[in-house]
């Protein structure tokens, strides 16, 4: 893992890698270096100070926003902890969001019903409340300004979680996807859903992937992990791949083991194609399949009801 990891993206548009899990390509943040800086994730408290580096290295002393795609701790578990690092910055988050970075308890206690309370501190870090005056209240057809007669325009894609947002930015072509088209890794050329409990909700999801096709983005910025220069191709097939996923559980006769053959039908997929081992590990590492399963669970069993 190198100590810092900061790509140049063109238009003053950073990636940089959070070095999540103490990893490389666990989690992409974007940085606007503009005159109003923006940055957009910040990751789980835990490994923040990886991110503080690579903004250090980029010469980055004030932002004038931090916006998450949606509140899961993998994205907005530090936004706490980087309003007191970064005292000038609001906080983007969409109106759903909000009261759950500002009293993260019931957050914190639904994950840890998932991660466990080991697990929440291994993983995450502690979560920080958020001072509601540090609040931007973010909703469909907002504009963050980044200066000089740019912005990030705000879309509401629910289908993931309810609160979730993507953010568009005409000058690079960008679109942030957070974790609304799935997890990608550029270079392995395919796209895997992203269907935790409880709000996933594949026809919504379908909905989103239509909407982002039509803004015609030159490159979609994904969370996990990086610039996709393809997006008609990865939205198609992410499109494809849900409803792959939503039948396949679907035939499975319910069982304790749903989420290991769900791990192991999409894992030999992936040999059946013909990619990498390494590439494939990436995936797995990547996925938390208990949770991949519950969701999609969830969503048929409140559809039969
Ligand atoms: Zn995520």
């Known amino acids: 893992m ?21 990893e490389a390509e666990r989690l992409a943040c974007y940085l606007f270096d503009t005159p109003n800086r923006v940055l957009i994730e910040c990751g789980p408290s835990r490994t923040l100070d990886h991110l503080y580096r690579a903004l250090d ?9 931090m916006a998450v795609t949606h509140i899961h701790l993998d994205h907005a578990g530090g936004a706490g902890h980087l309003a007191r690092r970064f005292p000038n910055a609001m906080i983007g988050v969409h109106a759903a969001g909000a009261r759950h970075l500002v ?10 019903r998932i991660y466990s309370a080991q697990g929440m501190l291994d993983l995450w870090g502690p979560m920080e409340p958020l001072a509601e005056n540090r609040l931007l209240v973010l909703d469909e057809g907002d504009a963050i300004p980044l200066g000089n007669g740019r912005a990030v325009e705000v879309m509401h894609t629910p289908g993931h979680a309810k609160h979730h947002i993507v953010f568009f930015e005409e000058r690079t072509g960008a679109c942030f996807v957070g974790d609304a088209v799935g997890i990608a890794f550029p270079h392995g050329h395919m796209v895997q859903p992203n269907t935790p ?5 594949p026809i919504l999801i379908t909905e989103q992937l239509h909407r982002i096709a039509a803004r015609q983005p030159a490159f979609l910025g994904f969370a996990h992990f990086g610039a996709d220069p393809r997006p008609q191709a990865t939205l198609a097939r992410a499109e494809e791949r849900l409803w792959e996923w939503v039948r396949w559980i679907e035939q499975v006769t319910p069982d304790d083991n749903i989420a290991e053959l769900l791990r192991d039908w999409v894992l030999n ?9 390494a590439l494939i590990d990436r995936y797995d590492r990547n996925s938390f399949w208990p ?4 969701g999609i669970e969830r969503w048929l069993s409140l559809r039969d009801q």
């Open 269 to 277: 997929d992936y040999r059946a194609q013909g990619y990498e081992e």
């Open 103 to 112: 009293s993260p308890e019931r957050l914190w206690d639904s994950a840890t």
């Open 2 to 22: 190198p100590e810092v990891s900061v790509t140049d993206l063109g238009h003053d548009l950073y990636l940089i890698d959070a070095q999540m899990h103490d």
């Open 57 to 65: 290295h980029v010469g980055v002393d004030d932002l004038a926003v």
């Open 197 to 201: 409990p409880p709000d996933f909700d």
């Open 291 to 294: 949770m991949q399963a519950a």
